[in-house]
């Protein structure tokens, strides 16, 4: 990730909020209360689902994240392990998460955590797991199957090394069998795993059935990849991708998380990516996922789900539009 604005290493510090508000001189928009709706509905074949990070600015518990992501109709949401952490030393539990997330008809797409599994140190790889393991329970607990494998611990790709990346996502992938809940190897396009080729090498060298990928739309552009060839990746076994858009500036070198814009507001290809995405077999969530503060200053919690629903959809049904 950036090492500039909001980066989402930086987002699992809770003081990162407080340094922004002190930084910009602005303060973030709360939620106001709203009466619970009902779920919209829609006929596209993949879910309109919501990562937590774009509500990270208003501080909402996670049992609150849940009921709002719900109203606001969407199908599926993404949380943060810290948030569910927060809940639970709150004097919450995961299975009262979990079943406030049935009540509402919500799927819990994935679990954002972060551990540096694929360490070279065998000591630090060692406790990561063990980190791993306790997060993947509590996910378990929720009825949750998935939680993002992002890359850290290493500072760089080495070709040399891909068979030693592949043994330990097989690790990792076996706690999987143990506790139920996979971890998805995720691409990060400011980060040492940022090439789509190296990420399915990975993945597919593991040998494991369960192997699987995260990609984000605005990871795999940044991250100097190609749309041309997504379709060569088979999209069926992908549970759930990433939605938001990018700006024509700055430069693709030159962004970061917090230029991540809506859906339709910036420069990506849907209209050829998702067809291709569909017909290589995705039929998983599309979960959007932002770090603006322009929006987190300027809009209420519930306006930016709203915004990023509707959004959401009007893309994906345009692109759907163009499948034969």
Known sequence: MSDQNISRRKMIRNSSLAFLGAATGFGFLKSKSSERGSKKSHDLPFRISMNTSTLQAYELPADEQIRMVADAGFDGIEMWVRDI??????????????????SNNLLLENMIGFSQWI???ADIRKEAIEILKSDMEMIAAMGGKYIAAPVQGIDSIDPTKFHDYAKRYRAI???GDETGVIPILEVWGTGTLHKVSDCTHIAIESGHPDATVLFDFYHVYRGGNSWETINLVNAAKLPVMHMN????NPPREKLTDADRVFPGEGICPYREVIPKLYHAGFRG???VELFNRGYWESMDAETILKESYDRT???LTKAMAAVE
């Not at 004097?91 to 406030?100: M, P, Q, S, V, W």
């Not at 858009?245 to 024509?248: C, I, L, S, V």
């Open 85 to 102: 952490r927060s809940y639970i030393d709150a004097g919450g539990t995961a299975k009262e998460l979990g079943d406030l997330l049935s």
């Open 119 to 121: 360490s070279d140190d």
């Open 173 to 175: 992938l076996e706690l």
């Open 245 to 248: 858009d990018y700006p024509a």
């Open 285 to 287: 969530g599309f979960s």
């Open 313 to 315: 959809h009007s893309v």
